[in-house]
C-alpha cells in the first residue's frame, strides 16, 4: 500500500514537472489540483499553508513545495521521492537542450514558441493569484486584506525596501497569530 503512495508521488510530481514551463507558481495550482481536488490527499487549506511555507523557504519554489507535499503524505521518504520526481524532467530536458543548444538559440520557430509561452506564464500566474487569494477575501478578515494592500502600495509606489516589507508583515502575523483574546484562531 504505501509503495503505491510511493509510486504515485513520483509519477505525478514527474508529470507536473515535466509538463510544466515558468517555475515554482505555474507548478503551484497544478500541485493544487492534482493533491487536493484529485487525489484528496491535502487540504485546501493546508496546501495553501504548504504553499506559503514554499514561498518564504530559500530555493526554487516548485522544489520547496514538493519537499513539502512529499512529507506531509509520506514522512521523510516521501519527500526524497517528490524531490526526485520534480527536479529529474528540468534536469533531463536542459541536458538534452545543452547538447543542441546553437541550434535553438538563433531558431526563429523557437524564439516564437517561447514568446508565447511567456504569456500563457503570465496567464496561470494570474490564476493563482486569483485562485489563492480568494480563500482570503472570502473569509472577510479585514487584517490580511489591509496588509496585502499596504504591502502592494508601500512596494509598488513608495518604493520601500522589501525585506523591511516582509519583515513587517511577519511580524504583524506572529502577532495575529499568537494574541491569545482572538476569536476563530482555527481561521488563518
Excluded at 54 to 60: K, N
Excluded at 127 to 140: A, C
Aim: hydrophobic residues 55%; positive net charge.
Amino acid at each position: 500500500m504505501k509503495q503505491k503512495i510511493f509510486i504515485k508521488l513520483f509519477l505525478s510530481t514527474f508529470q507536473l514537472s515535466a509538463c510544466t514551463f515558468g517555475g515554482g507558481f505555474v507548478i503551484i495550482p497544478l500541485m493544487r489540483k492534482k493533491f487536493v481536488d484529485e487525489l484528496h490527499w491535502i487540504e485546501e487549506q493546508e496546501m495553501m499553508d504548504l504553499t506559503a511555507i514554499a514561498q518564504s523557504a530559500p530555493g526554487a519554489i516548485a522544489v520547496n513545495a514538493s519537499i513539502l507535499v512529499g512529507f506531509h503524505v509520506a514522512g521523510v521518504l516521501g519527500a526524497l521521492i517528490t524531490v526526485l520526481g520534480t527536479v529529474l524532467p528540468p534536469l533531463i530536458i536542459i541536458s538534452v537542450i545543452s547538447f543542441f543548444y546553437t541550434a535553438f538559440r538563433d531558431n526563429v520557430i523557437v524564439n516564437m514558441a517561447m514568446t508565447g509561452m511567456l504569456a500563457g506564464v503570465a496567464a496561470v500566474i494570474c490564476d493563482v493569484v486569483v485562485t489563492m487569494g480568494r480563500s482570503i477575501f472570502q473569509k472577510k478578515r479585514i487584517l490580511p486584506i489591509g496588509v496585502l494592500v499596504a504591502s502592494f502600495i508601500a512596494a509598488r509606489f513608495m518604493k520601500f525596501n522589501i525585506i523591511l516589507i516582509i519583515l513587517i508583515c511577519a511580524i504583524i502575523g506572529a502577532a495575529d497569530t499568537l494574541y491569545p483574546g482572538r476569536k476563530g484562531r482555527q481561521e488563518l
